[in-house]
């Protein structure tokens, strides 16, 4: 979000629409409530009558007054303002207005109209927004004026996350600014300006290719044609800047990120783009941060969440001891609303059960900032009304200056932390994991690296549950289908891949000594976010250790010392000797096998004795081969039978929210 100067209206009319194709217009929706009339009008007036844009005005209405806004606004502007009817399609330089006591949805080009029903809060503008970002994406432009409550804000960020530009009305011309204030403090506008300098501003980005381009074109290459350069600069910055390498997501969505970017800073060439780049640390954390963005919601697709009380819940649940702790793995978790979603339903299904056992759910995300913060904290504008029923929010929720904050006992059950599931270690022995809508990012050799990953995390009688878009594709031989429509499926027992989240990198500079081509990050303050972010996963994946083919251990992957300990006499790093008593024959058939076969190999309930107790626990080995090397190592990860033994007894309830 940033508040800026725009040009003069002068300099923006002069080349407006150059560059528009007449059957890809841009489509601006604008909401407003209280003082939306004189919002409207401001807006109306300073905008030029041949912008090449068409657009939409939501207001609350009294849906028994008989208004007549559109005849008002027809007196502001030259351009022709409709009432809409059903089924009116729309086109540029025309303005089309709400009728009372509707809701009103866009599609296929054309304006639908429903009664607006009996529900216990009218959401009008965030109705049409939804709708919007799914027909128009980067095509369509989302501004919220004047007004109270907080209609608007859940519909921007689906509208930024489908690609779309945003605005706010600021405080100072706001006659009542609590509906744009709530909708700035989402972190889903780009603009926050006055509706005079609005006007000036869609004039501004209207010339822009991005907003004229075909929705959902595949091939953004047109716009950045014979940058190809420049592009691979962009990733690398990320990389160099951020840690995180993004070569390895679809490059179609990172474009368009990119020049959405370009359209806000009205840069027409990527080299120019990539200069802002390299001088800007803000942009380059901004233009990451909304690479990662992803759309969520409480209860998303509700049909799916009753699908797990029908189908998944049972089978977690069905004659667990109550000393055996559920876990549950989020993954791409973003504002954290899946996860308490997943637990309030939880919840729900061991209601009325005397033993009921503990919860963990792990959720992770890239995006500090922007994404795991907000799920830390647990406030909620008060649109989540919407989403929530009024007994959920009774029961989860507290309602404080017009927010909602998750109640405690429902934080304490998540543990919130950054993770790249490409890279770090998983979590072990999980009951469910939920990642949606992450898949559809990443490009099939990276989906070919994750999904093995999700299917070494889960228990022997885990799910899987992904996004509507997604499927498990050619890895039918790890899990089976128990809901196809709702993208659930089942861990196949028996089937083991190799350990797939080693970082080859790591293993090349340890091991054959090559150097990392890649600039190492700054360090900043964030640092030591992530130094405790893989303290926590440290705490909940498996500890292991990388050995060589002479069984030397290179590298110690978490705490070690309930399996390994230093052999008596001359210093050695050979694991076979530190080994417990008890597990040398194990271990040292499972390396063997490991050997011989090139393939993983899992030995289950080995008892091993630690000081004066018999403990039993479950060992991996698999083989480790970066491409194009010639050595091999071994990744040996240690796990106690007992899912309980993997959760620190000095764990606080406030680390648990916080990770």
């Keep these: ?77 030259t351009m022709t303002v409709s009432e809409v009817r059903d089924g009116m399609e729309i086109h540029p330089n025309q303005v089309y207005v709400i009728p009372r006591n509707t809701n009103m949805a866009i599609a296929e080009g054309a304006l639908q109209l429903t009664p607006r029903g009996e529900t216990h809060q009218h959401l009008p503008i965030d109705f049409f927004f939804r709708s919007l970002a799914t027909d128009l994406q980067e095509r369509a432009i989302g501004i919220v004026l004047s007004g109270t409550g907080s209609d608007g804000t859940l519909g921007l960020k689906e509208l930024k996350a489908a690609g779309a530009i945003t605005f706010a009305q600021d405080d100072h011309s706001a006659k009542f600014p609590g509906m744009p204030q709530n909708a700035a403090a989402g972190g889903n506008v780009d603009f926050v300006l006055s509706p005079e300098k609005i006007a000036r501003e869609l004039a501004r980005i209207g010339r822009h290719p991005y907003l004229t381009m075909p929705t959902g074109n595949p091939e953004d290459g047109e716009y950045v044609s014979g940058d190809g350069q420049q592009f691979l600069k962009v990733i690398a910055l990320l990389r160099s800047a951020l840690g995180v390498d993004f070569s390895d997501y679809r490059d179609t969505t990172i474009k368009r990120r990119i020049l959405r970017r370009m359209a806000l800073h009205t840069k027409d060439s990527l080299a120019d783009y990539v200069n802002l780049l390299e001088s800007d640390r803000a942009e380059l954390e901004t233009l990451f941060h909304e690479i990662l963005i992803n759309v969520t919601s409480f209860f998303r697709d509700p049909e799916m969440f009753q699908a797990l009380k029908d189908k998944v819940f049972p089978e977690i649940t069905k004659d667990r001891p109550a000393k055996k702790t559920i876990r549950i793995w989020t993954a791409g978790c973003s504002t954290g609303q899946e996860a308490y979603s997943i637990a309030m339903a939880l919840l729900e299904h061991l209601d009325g059960r005397p033993d009921r056992p503990e919860i963990q759910i792990f959720a992770t995300d890239l995006s500090e900032f922007s994404s795991l913060n907000v799920a830390r904290a647990g406030v909620y504008p008060e649109s989540i009304e919407a989403e929530v029923s009024p007994e959920r929010l009774r029961r989860f929720f507290t309602k404080t200056d017009g927010k909602y904050r998750i109640n405690e006992s429902i934080r304490d059950l998540c543990v919130f932390a950054k993770q790249n599931v490409a890279t770090d270690p998983p979590f072990s022995r999980v009951d469910l994991i939920s990642c949606r809508n992450l898949l559809i990012y990443l490009a099939p050799a990276m989906q070919k690296r994750v999904i093995p990953t999700f299917h070494y995390a889960l228990s022997s009688n885990g799910f899987l549950m992904l996004g509507k878009s997604e499927s498990i594709g050619g890895f039918t031989d790890l899990f089976e289908v128990v809901d196809k429509t709702n993208r659930i499926y089942a861990k196949k027992p028996g089937v083991f891949r190799q350990y797939p989240h080693f970082n080859t990198e790591d293993y090349l500079e340890a091991v054959v000594g090559k150097e990392k081509v890649r600039t190492p990050p700054a360090i900043t303050p964030a640092e030591f976010q992530r130094k405790a972010d893989r303290m926590v996963l440290g705490q909940y994946a498996p500890a292991g250790v990388l050995v060589n083919e002479s069984q030397e251990i290179l590298q110690f992957r978490g705490r070690t010392s309930p399996y390994l300990e230093p052999a008596a006499g001359a210093a050695s790093l050979n694991l076979l000797k530190m080994a417990r008593d008890g597990l040398f024959v194990e271990l040292k058939g499972a390396l063997d096998e490991a050997k011989q076969g090139n393939l993983p190999v899992e030995r289950t309930g080995i008892s091993i004795r630690d000081g004066d107790q018999n403990r039993e626990i479950n060992l991996r080995v698999s083989p480790v081969k970066p491409r194009g090397q010639s050595e091999r190592c071994f990744l040996v990860l240690f796990e106690e039978s007992d899912s309980r033994r993997n959760e620190p007894a000095t764990l606080k309830l406030a680390d648990r929210r916080t990770g």
């Design 1 to 77: 979000m940033k508040k800026i100067e725009t040009s003069s209206p002068e300099s923006s009319a002069t080349e407006i629409g150059k560059g528009v194709h007449s059957d890809r217009f841009p489509v601006v929706g604008v909401g407003a409530s209280a003082g939306g009339l004189e919002a409207f009008t401001q807006l109306l007036k300073n905008l030029p009558n041949d912008t090449g844009m068409a657009f939409v005005l939501i207001q609350h209405l009294d849906p028994h007054h008989d208004g007549k806004l559109h005849d008002l606004l027809g007196r502001t502007t």
